[in-house]
């Protein structure tokens, strides 16, 4: 008898270093992660645990790369060759001192320095959040599909990468919806705009001037070329489907609104910022997952009603850099329907514009009530979907002109 056997391959979350701890802690070998008899004798300072002196000598806790909290050792100052860790260890410690007005880092007793417990523990977990975050760093600028950097910052609490988020470029649709159709052919444009490309012949006009700067009114849908189109890839009718053109940075609020983005660059008036991507579901499902949502305080729900309110996209566990940008009711984003490879009017692909010049170093906002062809900035229920009846959510955006509701 013959027997089919299915391989099923999973990827590991786990980092490198994890599995590497793992196979000592075992006291196993595995070539494919480095672990062999030769690589034991090798040691590298991950982050540094604890301070003490004993005898007028300073010693540091060290955790070792890839060996398990089992095997940290206390090593004397001067045989440490790691500055930057020396430095975020004493930046850490002066940061919770100065959070708890303590007024001294070391205590005496029995003629032996050391930290306090809660000032050691607290190092020791901004070192492993350090860590984190610098490995979710690396899987969002891995997982992007644009140019434009990503950083991550976190200098308000302890919190680390968002556990159940999973980072997409394009939408992902539910069983049954399909996202890309509706396209057979392009333009046949030697040099865009002319007078039968695609926003003329769906009727509308050119949404981006020369300056490739938005230069349409909100609740005007974008045409843009797609891939049957005759033009190449510098065609000024291609901006939002190159993605985003700006480092962003998506960093902790220090007012109680959890993840927020911001740009690290300069952004002109009316200029392509980011794209809002998540899962495409139907109102039906939306509606059950907002009663949920609404529950646990938070707002991932974007109904694409700019035809119908047959669908809406959630970015609550899959989505981009969007899915961190907070709500303001003085907004400095703008949102517009594009379409693209899909002409169907019920699935437009959501687009954020920039309103007015943005620092350097500004948080970037959009407007939660905001749609591409209708602004429902007005508190009156008659003027929600259904999804938007519900259990009403505080606003913590600041603005002078806050309507005091997310919904």
């Known amino acids: ?45 991950e982050y540094l645990c604890d301070y003490k002196v004993e005898e007028g000598t300073e010693y540091y806790l060290v955790k070792w790369k890839g060996w398990p909290e089992s095997s940290n050792t206390w ?70 599909n644009h140019k434009a950097m990503i950083l991550v910052e976190n200098t308000v609490d302890l919190e680390g990468p968002p556990l159940d988020f999973y980072y997409i470029n394009e939408y992902k649709p539910a069983p049954g919806i399909n996202v890309l159709n509706g396209i057979t ?22 949404a981006y001037n ?9 609740g005007l849908p974008i045409y843009e070329c797609n891939s049957f189109c005759r033009c190449g890839p510098d065609c000024p009718n291609r901006i939002v489907q190159k993605g985003t053109p700006y ?16 740009t690290l660059q300069k952004i002109k008036t009316n200029s392509f910022v980011m794209e809002y991507v998540g899962e495409v579901i139907t109102s039906e499902e939306a509606e ?74 500004e948080e970037l906002t959009f407007d939660y009530q905001m749609k591409g062809s209708i602004d429902l900035t007005s508190d009156s229920a008659e003027g929600l979907s259904p999804s938007k009846k519900r259990i009403r959510t505080v606003c913590k955006c600041g603005a002078v002109c806050c309507r005091g509701y997310l919904n």
């Open 185 to 206: 052919t392009g333009c046949e444009c030697a040099d865009c705009p002319a007078e039968k490309c695609c926003p003329k012949e769906a009727g509308f006009i050119l």
């Open 210 to 218: 020369k300056r490739k700067k938005l230069k349409i009114q909100p």
């Open 288 to 361: 059950r997952r907002g009663q949920h949502y609404d529950n646990q305080g938070n707002t991932y729900l974007f109904d694409l009603d700019y035809d119908s309110d047959e669908f809406t996209v959630d970015a609550a566990r899959y989505g981009n850099v969007s899915h961190f940008v907070n709500h303001s009711c003085d907004p400095n984003l703008q949102v517009f329907n594009v379409f693209i490879d899909n002409l169907d009017l019920r699935l437009p692909r959501i687009a954020l514009f920039s309103t007015r010049t943005i620092k350097a170093g």
């Open 1 to 45: 008898t013959d027997f089919l056997i299915v391989a099923w391959y999973v990827p590991c979350l786990a980092s490198l270093e994890t599995l590497q701890e793992l196979c000592r802690k075992e006291n196993l070998r595995c070539k494919s992660l480095g672990i062999t008899n030769r690589s034991l004798k090798k040691y590298e300072v």
């Open 247 to 262: 480092s962003l940075c998506i960093f902790r609020t220090n007012n109680g609104r959890g993840w927020g983005v911001k």
């Open 75 to 144: 090593e004397p100052q001067k045989n440490l060759k790691c500055p930057l860790l020396l430095q975020n260890f004493l930046s850490d410690k002066n940061e919770y001192l100065s959070r708890v007005r303590e007024g001294k880092a070391l205590k005496v007793r029995n003629h032996v320095k050391a930290l306090k417990p809660a000032v050691a523990d607290y190092i020791v977990k901004k070192a492993k959040q350090r860590i984190a975050l610098r490995r979710w760093k690396e899987e969002l600028n891995r997982k992007k």
